[in-house]
Nanobody
Framework: QVQLVESGGGLVQAGGSLRLSCTAS????????MGWYRQTPGKQRELVAT???????SYADSVKGRFTISRDNAKNTVYLQMNSLKVEDTAAYYC??????????WGQGTQVTVSS
């Protein structure tokens, strides 16, 4: 079983920045892909960004050029630096981890609210 602890959400004005962190613990299997998803009420959870163990990132078109995903494999931690935040970025952000044996784990979510 993997436990994911997220931090860094909060309230920020449009144009501001936030940095999310997520640390994984308890995994008997190596972690492959780490990433972030987000969800607003009444909508499906959507991909924000992912990063492979070899540091290859992938982004949703809506955040390209504004968000940067990174990871520290020694700490089993993934980060999401969010710059130039927009009101439409407001959502609950969820950390996601996939292991090499194809198991998937989710964090509890952290709220990001961007005010105009």
């Amino acid at each position: 079983q993997v436990q994911l602890v997220e931090s860094g959400g909060g309230l920020v004005q449009a144009g501001g920045s936030l940095r999310l962190s997520c640390t994984a613990s308890g995994s008997r299997f190596s972690i492959n892909t780490m990433g972030w998803y987000r969800q607003t009420p009444g909508k499906q959870r959507e991909l924000v960004a992912t990063i492979t163990r070899s540091d290859t990132p992938s982004y949703a078109d809506s955040v390209k050029g504004r968000f940067t995903i990174s990871r520290d494999n020694a700490k089993n931690t993934v980060y999401l630096q969010m710059n130039s935040l927009k009101v439409e970025d407001t959502a609950a952000y969820y950390c996601n981890v996939k292991t090499y044996n194809l198991l998937t784990y989710w964090g509890q979510g952290t709220q990001v609210t961007v005010s105009s």
